[in-house]
């Protein structure tokens, strides 16, 4: 993915004004991980102070791409959600355990359905999110409507 524009100096002069982000419909994508971070949870709610990963994703929509951040705390009761991520780009299967391998997963590809929810700060904005990764490795067979 290319990024069109230049570096700016520290002492450029700047014009534009924010743009106006239009999420994309919600629905089911193909999305690739960019990268990963490293981070820290502050903790919040039950959750203590927690290693975290930022985890990017391109989001391949039929008439443009956007990158999704998420975050991946390390916490036991979220595990799950961790699982997911690693089944969701063919890492994992299901029931087995796994050691996560993060660097493995830049360039990996998986199948995501994409939500939409409003700004925390501005309500009235609204941003596009992962609601889930479907697991590559499911032997199940697919959902046909109609068909029992």
């Given at each position: 993915?290319?990024?069109?524009?230049?570096?700016?100096?520290w002492?450029?002069?700047i014009?534009q004004d924010?743009q106006n982000?239009?999420p994309?419909?919600e629905?089911?994508?193909?999305?690739?991980i960019?990268?990963?971070?490293?981070?820290?949870s502050k903790g919040e709610?039950k959750?203590?102070p927690?290693?975290?990963?930022?985890v990017?994703?391109?989001?391949?929509g039929?008439d443009?791409?956007?990158?999704i951040?998420?975050?991946y705390i390390?916490?036991?009761s979220?595990?799950?959600?961790l699982?997911?991520?690693?089944?969701?780009?063919?890492?994992?299967k299901e029931?087995?355990?796994l050691?996560?391998d993060w660097?493995a997963l830049?360039?990996?590809?998986?199948?995501?359905?994409?939500?939409?929810?409003?700004?925390?700060?501005?309500?009235s904005?609204?941003?596009?999110?992962?609601?889930?990764?479907?697991?590559?490795?499911?032997?199940k067979?697919?959902?046909?409507?109609g068909r029992?």
């Amino acid at each position: 993915m290319s990024v069109e524009g230049r570096e700016l100096g520290w002492d450029d002069s700047i014009k534009q004004d924010s743009q106006n982000f239009d999420p994309i419909p919600e629905g089911d994508y193909n999305v690739t991980i960019e990268k990963y971070d490293r981070s820290r949870s502050k903790g919040e709610g039950k959750l203590p102070p927690c290693n975290m990963a930022v985890v990017y994703f391109i989001v391949h929509g039929s008439d443009r791409e956007i990158t999704i951040r998420e975050n991946y705390i390390l916490h036991s009761s979220l595990e799950w959600k961790l699982s997911e991520l690693f089944r969701g780009v063919g890492l994992k299967k299901e029931g087995e355990e796994l050691r996560m391998d993060w660097n493995a997963l830049p360039g990996k590809t998986a199948r995501a359905k994409i939500g939409v929810k409003p700004g925390i700060k501005d309500p009235s904005k609204k941003f596009n999110y992962i609601e889930k990764l479907y697991p590559k490795d499911s032997d199940k067979p697919a959902f046909t409507p109609g068909r029992f």
